[in-house]
C-alpha cells in the first residue's frame, strides 16, 4: 500500500506568498501554539502505539516462553514460525498506523501555516477530520487483532480465521481511506493556495 503524497508542492505553493503581511507576528504566535497543540497530540499517539506495543510485545515473549517447554522439536518449530508471522502482522499494521500519522501530522501544519495567512481551509480540515475518524476505528480493529494474534501458540480456529481475516480487511481499507482524505486535503490546500496566489496576482495587476 503505497503512502504517497506531495507535501512539498504545498509547501512551495505557500512559500511564494508575501511574508510581509500585517499582523505577521500575531500570526505566527498562533500558528506556534496550535502547532504546539499538534505537537502535544502526536506524542500522545506515539505513547498510545508505543504503550500498546509493549503490550502486545510482552504477550508475544510469554507465547515463546512457552514453547520452550515443548518437548517436541518439531511442534516447536511450527509454533516458532506461527509467532514469528503473527509478530510481522502486527508490526505491518503499526507501521500503517505511524505513516498516518506522520501524514497527517504534516497536513495539519500546513493548514495552521495557510489558515493564519486568511486562507480558507475549512475543506482540507473536514478531510482531515474524516481521516482521523478512520485512523481511530482502523486502530481500534488492530486492537482487537492483537488481542486474537497473542491470545495462544496454538493454531487459530476456524472462526477466529474468519474473523482475523475480516479485521485484516477492514483494518487496509480503513488505513487506505484515511490515506486517500489526506491526499485530497493536501490537494485540497494546493489548490485554495495557487487560487489565492493567482487573485493576488491579478489585483496587483489591475492596481498598477
Known amino acids: 500500500m503505497a503512502f504517497v ?3 512539498q508542492a504545498v509547501k512551495a505553493e505557500d512559500d511564494s506568498f508575501d511574508a510581509s503581511t500585517t499582523g505577521a507576528n500575531s500570526q505566527n504566535e498562533t500558528r506556534g501554539e496550535i502547532e504546539n497543540q499538534i505537537k502535544s497530540i502526536r506524542e ?6 508505543q504503550a500498546k506495543r509493549e503490550e502486545t510485545k510482552q504477550k508475544i515473549e510469554e507465547l515463546k516462553n512457552k514453547i520452550k517447554d515443548e518437548r517436541n522439536k518439531t511442534q516447536a518449530k511450527v509454533k516458532e514460525a506461527r509467532i514469528v508471522g503473527r509478530e ?13 500519522n506522520d501524514l497527517k501530522d504534516r497536513a495539519n501544519t500546513q493548514i495552521i501555516k495557510l489558515a493564519t495567512k486568511g486562507v480558507d481551509v475549512t475543506n482540507a480540515q473536514n478531510l482531515v477530520a474524516t481521516a482521523e475518524k478512520k485512523l481511530t476505528e482502523a486502530k481500534t480493529k488492530i486492537a482487537e487483532a ?6 495462544s ?9 474468519t474473523q482475523l481475516k475480516t479485521l485484516t480487511q477492514n483494518i487496509e481499507t480503513l ?8 491526499n485530497q486535503a493536501i ?12 487573485t493576488e496576482e491579478r489585483s496587483k495587476k ?3
Open 146 to 151: 492483537s488481542a486474537l494474534l497473542s491470545s
Open 44 to 49: 500522545n499517539t506515539e505513547k498510545e502505539i
Open 175 to 182: 488505513v487506505k481511506e484515511a490515506n486517500q482524505s489526506l
Open 187 to 198: 490537494k485540497s490546500l494546493k489548490d485554495v493556495v495557487k487560487t489565492k496566489r493567482q
Open 153 to 161: 501458540i496454538n493454531e487459530l480456529t476456524k472462526e477466529n480465521k
Open 5 to 7: 503524497v506531495n507535501v
Open 88 to 100: 510481522k502482522a502486527l508490526e505491518r499494521f503499526d507501521k500503517a498506523v505511524v505513516k498516518i
Open 206 to 208: 489591475e492596481t498598477n
